[in-house]
């Protein structure tokens, strides 16, 4: 996002002042709007807890001018000289932007405006400083104005007349003892609770809400900086509020989720609104080096869980940065929009990734860490339990130095004995938290080899209290799969593969889909496959394919390439199935079936073949994704079509054979 004239950085995107210069406004309408903005920035409360000073004094200069304006436009004055005309103009800008700056201070992050306090009264006293210059060449004197519009402009004239940018002593302390805050965690050393009271009470944070709303905030600013320099600040700020957050009011309470009026759910999303991975309608689409684009979120976790091939095409990446759609976005807003559904760029933990190992960030991850941690062995209730919990899941979401802290503290043992709470949310909350905390490599041998983990998050899956919570510790043994070693060790687990086949046929929602994509990492290992034709997965996959597509034959695809092809071969209708799905499907599950029909015919003989070769239409099919199908899916309608000549030419060979032996017999043909 690019930065505002003033030098702020908006959250939200504005209109650059370049915008309005050159309206081409006749000199009526250049007045009336120059009266509708300042009676715009007149209407702006001025700030309340930092840079009141500033804000008031640019307010009331604004009030001012507004008259000024009414009074021209009363004044009906028929034109006007090409230097008032500039004037006019210039005023149009700066007023736009001083109601940008006023705007972008009251709405963004406080603790990060504290720090930019200076650099903030320096842009306010520029903005004066330009009101100053374009009221000292206004042509007041050939307007023949009246003695009291006269009076009016001196009056402005003096107003602007600042000599240096306002500071307040009050704003100066406070950010002082901001910045002290912050080099006293960087040096280890633990804040003092009754100066961080003080300091976030006069920055109005004074619960959980408002702290939560803060960080948010912070966050934005994260992604909306263009200066890479002050991101390592906004991150420190960030471990500095989480912190103060705990301490001072404690772990909040998990926010219920409301179910809105309407949601993605209700309609049909079109399929290149859709995540490849999860699909979802997309909230943060990127472009990935293969070229397909994903949601950010689906992505990172399939990055972040040791893959580094593109999940659609199946290409190595060369590389793993992931370039923002914005043309698509944009796209999906408008959609989403006109269907009246809510629409979110990103949660917000999601916004913020590690841009730097920042030493001030990290210790005040370490020092919230372990006060949740403290508090978490004391705590005797379930509902403190689970805001606690709550709190370690929102942190092990946010980055990896977050989830190296939290695991190094020793809260997986904590955390596996409310894997057995009768305590849905409770629950929910810890197995989100072990989630979150496999993404990082280190922590999936914690998961693996800490006594009572893995049993707990397979006790989830099997029998957990809600679907969520079976969903995430689908997704969790998916996240542990990305490590070879232990996707040999899950495959051979029963419990393991009947748990993740029995989610994948009875779950609701992105549970199944879960289920599905566990499964389909487990089914990389041979022996895996016999456990998994052992569970059911083929009847599974099979009754899956009008719903899911894509991961059901994908599924189907690797089951027969690792010796499964025996009990797909018996399936009820599998090859009219797949051909249903070659014909109708996305690219990507005409893909897959096409490779699954055609190992399938190599491998069982002509008996398959002759059963694909009955399917009325068949050939029309394979053609027609030879020419619209993907790369990959137009080679492997290519092998099928081959297959079936080749058949149908083995056919009439025996026919000829035959005919020629009566001919040699009788002399008569028949």
């Not at 390592?232 to 301490?247: E, F, M």
Request: with cysteine.
């Amino acid at each position: 996002m690019a930065v505002s004239p003033h030098g702020f950085l908006p959250r939200k995107c504005r209109p650059s002042a370049g915008a309005f210069v050159s309206l081409k406004l006749s000199d009526h309408r250049l007045l009336q709007s120059l009266v509708l903005i300042s009676h715009e920035i007149s209407s702006l409360k001025p700030l309340r807890y930092l840079l009141r000073r500033n804000s008031a004094s640019i307010v009331r200069k604004t009030k001012l001018l507004s008259v000024l304006f009414e009074e021209l436009l009363r004044a009906q004055i028929d034109c006007f000289s090409p230097t008032a005309l500039l004037c006019f103009d210039e005023l149009y800008i700066v007023l736009q932007r001083i109601k940008t700056l006023i705007e972008d201070c009251s709405s963004g992050s406080k603790t990060w405006l504290l720090i930019q306090t200076k650099s903030i009264a320096n842009s306010f006293h520029q903005i004066t400083v330009d009101l100053s210059t374009l009221m000292d060449v206004f042509p007041a004197k050939d307007m023949n104005f009246n003695e009291d519009v006269e009076e009016l402009v001196v009056l402005i004239r003096k107003q602007c007349s600042q000599k240096k940018a306002i500071v307040d002593p009050i704003d100066d302390n406070l950010r002082s003892d901001l910045l002290e805050m912050l080099d006293r965690i960087k040096r280890e050393i633990v804040p003092d609770h009754s100066k961080l009271t003080e300091i976030f009470y006069r920055l109005q944070l004074r619960d959980s809400s408002s702290f939560r709303e803060e960080l948010e905030s912070l966050e934005d600013e994260v992604q909306n900086q263009t200066n890479e320099k002050s991101k390592p600040d906004i991150i420190a700020l960030i471990g500095l509020v989480r912190y103060a957050k705990c301490v001072l009011y404690g772990a909040s309470t998990p926010r219920t989720t409301v179910r809105r009026r309407r949601s993605a759910a209700d309609v049909d999303v079109p399929a290149d609104f859709r995540c490849p991975i999860s699909l979802e309608l997309m909230q943060d689409p990127v472009v990935v080096a293969t070229g397909q684009t994903y949601d950010r979120s689906s992505i990172n976790l399939w990055i972040e869980s040791g893959h580094n091939t593109c999940p659609k095409t199946g290409q190595t990446m060369v590389h793993t940065n992931l370039i923002p759609n914005r043309a698509l976005k944009n796209l999906i807003a408008m959609w989403c929009r006109e269907q009246g559904i809510p629409f979110e760029a990103t949660e917000p933990n999601e916004k913020v990734k590690a841009v730097t190992h920042n030493k001030t960030a990290l210790e005040a991850t370490k020092m919230t860490v372990s006060f949740l941690i403290n508090k978490l062995t004391a705590s005797e209730s379930n509902e403190t339990a689970n805001r606690l919990v709550h709190e370690l899941r929102v942190l092990a979401k946010a980055e990896s130095d977050s989830r190296a802290c939290i695991a190094e503290a020793g809260a997986l043992p904590l955390l596996t004995k409310y894997l057995v709470s009768e305590d849905q949310s409770l629950q929910v909350n810890a197995v989100t938290t072990i989630l979150n905390l496999s993404i990082l490599e280190e922590n999936k041998v914690r998961i693996m080899e800490t006594d009572g983990v893995l049993n707990g998050v397979i006790e989830v899956l099997r029998s957990g209290a809600t679907w969520e919570a079976k969903g995430n510790a689908a997704a969790t043994i998916f996240s542990l799969t990305s490590v070879h070693c232990h996707r040999k060790k899950l495959g051979r687990s029963t419990r393991v593969v009947k748990g993740l086949v029995e989610l994948a046929k009875v779950g609701q929602g992105t549970s199944k889909r879960d289920a599905l994509l566990a499964i389909l990492s487990l089914a990389a290992e041979r022996e895996a496959v016999g456990k998994l034709v052992e569970g059911g997965v083929v009847e599974m996959t099979c009754d899956l394919m009008h719903g899911f597509p894509e991961e059901a034959v994908m599924v189907l695809e690797v089951v027969v390439r690792r010796g499964g092809l025996a009990a797909i071969a018996a399936a009820n209708r599998v090859i009219e199935k797949l051909v249903a799905v070659l014909r109708d499907g996305t690219d990507r599950a005409r893909e897959s079936a096409a490779a699954t029909l055609v190992n399938m015919c190599r491998k069982a003989g002509s008996e398959t073949v002759a059963e694909l070769a009955a399917v009325s239409g068949i050939e029309r099919v394979v053609w027609e994704m030879m020419g619209t199908g993907t790369e990959r899916g137009r080679r492997k309608a290519a092998s099928l079509l081959r297959i079936l000549r080749r058949w149908a030419a083995g056919l009439n060979g025996a026919a000829m054979y035959s005919t020629a032996n009566m001919i040699n017999s009788t002399g008569i043909v028949l």
